[in-house]
């Protein structure tokens, strides 16, 4: 009768309930515990198990290129980071009313290693994310409009509560990847959240698009949505490179 039990509830696909009577009754100290503690147990095996999958999912989904968590920030690197910004970032709230972010500062200073961290704790939270580089971005939208599929591909975005674009401005726009961006903007402007993360100052990304109406548009649509950090200081990867750990002196004997 339990092998029965136990099949049924894997054929429900009620795996954790499944594995946790197992459990118990490979457990003799089990059957001291009182019913609804052992009903307990099983219900909240089975939600653990389930919220485990869906993170694994969509961490799969949102394609972080860092394994990044907001635990292994480091605050203590002179990279003008204020702990109590981060934190309150790490709450998450500025997603849930769907604000946005800017990364901005010198290459290695972190600034998509934070993205992902954000990313990370979001997907943790059961708020689906997605990373994407800013020119794989634009290639991808025109690629999309040249197959008749660009308003499909917008809606396929807007469904992530929050969107990372990295490296703004390491390409130049063309004329149609500034409309395209436009579009983008405009279709998550208060409803979902974005990071973009960039080595130029916000202050000029203005002159990077050549078309100033939408250059125009495209800033208001930013600066006065958007949290900013401003990151400064050495490269990170040179401080963590093995190159230039100081190597311990040997002992005169």
Not at 131 to 138: E, S
């Amino acid at each position: 009768m339990i092998n029965d039990t136990i099949e049924k509830l894997n054929g429900m696909k009620l795996l954790g309930m499944a594995a946790e009577l197992e459990r118990q009754l490979a457990a003799p100290s089990s059957s001291d515990l009182p019913f609804e503690h052992r009903v307990r147990s099983m219900v909240d095996h089975e939600t653990t198990m389930r919220e485990n999958k869906r993170l694994q999912v969509l961490l799969k989904k949102a394609r972080l290129p860092d394994n990044a968590c907001i635990e292994d920030i480091d605050y203590r690197s002179a990279r003008s980071l204020d702990k109590s910004v981060m934190l309150s970032l790490t709450t998450l709230d500025w997603i849930r009313s769907a604000h946005n972010l800017v990364l901005t500062g010198p290459t290695g200073t972190g600034k998509t290693w934070l993205s992902c961290a954000l990313a990370n704790q979001a997907c943790r939270m059961g708020l689906p994310s997605f990373f994407i580089r800013v020119p794989a971005l634009m290639e991808s939208l025109l690629a999309a409009r040249a197959s008749g599929v660009f308003s499909q591909r917008i809606e396929q975005l807007k469904k992530f509560d929050l969107l990372i674009l990295d490296d703004w401005g390491i390409d130049t726009f063309s004329k149609r990847a500034q409309n395209d961006l436009l579009e983008l903007i405009d279709s998550r402007l208060g409803k979902k959240s974005l990071i973009i993360t960039s080595q130029i100052p916000m202050n000029l990304w203005h002159d990077g698009l050549d078309n100033k109406t939408i250059a125009d548009a495209v800033m208001d649509r930013i600066v006065h949505s958007s949290y900013h950090i401003q990151l400064a200081g050495e490269t990170m990867r040179k401080m963590n490179s093995p190159n230039t750990k100081r190597v311990p002196k040997a002992v005169k004997k």
